[in-house]
């Protein structure tokens, strides 16, 4: 398949749109065109241990779920760590694409997986994810009424602004008059012109409503998952039902104040990788994450939550071998597609 094919189908299993503003997710590196992508590499992180494994097994395009390129680099150089990933990239025609975040959101993704780790239960996303656009143009609606002779000015004056639409107009009967119910959708800064116009008239000004449209809320999308189990068990069943999905001989975990190795679990706060911010102030018998801080897991603690921890990529690299099979599927079996054998967290105990 060509590069700029397999690109656009990685975008459509998971839209970029749905990853966090401040990542920087899709293609990274592009070996300059034509480019076939006979083999697709699957990795978590991408290190230089690793890059030489995608390099030796002839990858043609790495899909790395952390971007190793976040910060902006001002010089390709064999210099920094980073730098020589791109220069080996380029050296060797492979792509490097990061889906990160949007891979985090989506219903099929990292953290729907990390879920069957706790058995049978239900799940909603901690923070849904919104549709990329509105349902119809503009960021705002305004809605008022006019009699006759003051509409046709006002009306002929909005008309001619920019970003003004889905003007519609209306009969009513207001206080017992005949009169006409405008409604406009416009942008942010539509809106402000919009409102200096209809403040010319104090009358038109007091009948003026003003709505922010919002964008609707996607089903099973979004950050983080709050979990109800089908029954609830003790803690240390639910630890042990997480070492064995994860493949862990050893977790972190702090007990809840109040609680013990067999207090009963029927909720669970979870989020792949570093989770504070999207569990803090959750209401939950187990927070579920890689990584938190110090005062995280003490606040947790004193609200009588227990929080298990399992080094930041332990609760996403699990995910790669079941991605590897849903991309195989929906790139129809085109391409080879295999996983990182020296992918591995860079945390162990000692």
């Known amino acids: 398949m060509d590069l700029r094919e397999v690109v656009s189908a990685l975008n459509d299993f998971a839209s970029l749109s749905l990853a966090e503003s401040?990542?920087?997710?899709?293609l990274l590196v592009e070996p300059?065109?034509?480019?076939?992508?006979?083999?697709?590499?699957?990795?978590?992180?991408?290190?230089?241990?690793?890059m030489e494994e995608a390099v030796q097994k002839k990858a043609d395009l790495i899909l790395s779920y952390h971007p190793p390129i976040f910060t902006p680099l001002k010089r390709v150089t064999w210099k920094t760590w980073k730098e020589r990933l791109v220069v080996r990239a380029l050296e060797h025609r492979i792509g490097i694409y990061s889906p990160h975040t949007a891979y985090d959101a989506i219903p099929h993704g990292v953290n729907n997986w990390l879920t069957k780790g706790l058995g049978a239960c239900t799940s909603v996303p901690l923070r849904p994810s919104t549709a990329p656009c509105y349902p119809a143009e503009g960021t705002h609606r305004v809605e008022f009424c006019a009699d006759t002779k003051h509409l046709d000015t006002v009306l002929s004056k909005i008309k001619d602004l920019k970003e003004v639409f889905c003007l519609t107009t209306l009969p009513a009967r207001v206080e017992g008059e005949e009169q006409t119910?405008?409604?406009?959708?416009?942008?942010?800064?539509?809106?402000?012109?919009?409102?200096?116009?209809?403040?010319?008239?104090?009358?038109?000004?007091?009948?003026?409503?003003?709505?922010?449209?919002?964008?609707?809320?996607?089903?099973?999308t979004g950050m983080g998952r709050l979990c109800t189990l089908s029954e609830p068990v003790s803690l240390s069943d639910i630890i042990a039902r997480i070492k064995s999905h994860l493949k862990l001989p050893h977790i972190r975990l702090a007990v809840g104040m109040g609680k013990t190795l067999e207090s009963p679990v029927k909720k669970a706060a979870l989020c792949a990788g570093s989770g504070s911010s999207i569990l803090k102030g959750t209401e939950a018998d187990l927070y579920l994450t890689g990584e938190m801080s110090h005062h995280d897991v003490l606040d947790a603690v004193a609200n009588g939550i227990s929080v298990v921890l399992c080094e930041h990529s332990n609760t996403e690299r699990g995910f790669l071998s079941e991605l590897c099979d849903m991309l195989a599927s929906h790139l129809h079996y085109k391409i080879n597609i295999i996983v990182s054998e020296k992918d591995r967290d860079p945390l162990q105990v000692a």
């Not at 919009?194 to 099973?220: D, F, G, R």
């Open 181 to 220: 119910r405008v409604s406009l959708n416009c942008s942010q800064k539509a809106l402000l012109e919009v409102v200096a116009l209809l403040s010319q008239n104090s009358l038109l000004y007091h009948k003026t409503e003003i709505l922010l449209l919002q964008k609707p809320l996607l089903p099973h």
């Open 32 to 50: 300059s065109p034509p480019h076939t992508v006979n083999t697709l590499f699957l990795t978590n992180d991408l290190t230089e241990e690793v």
């Open 22 to 26: 401040w990542d920087n997710v899709g």
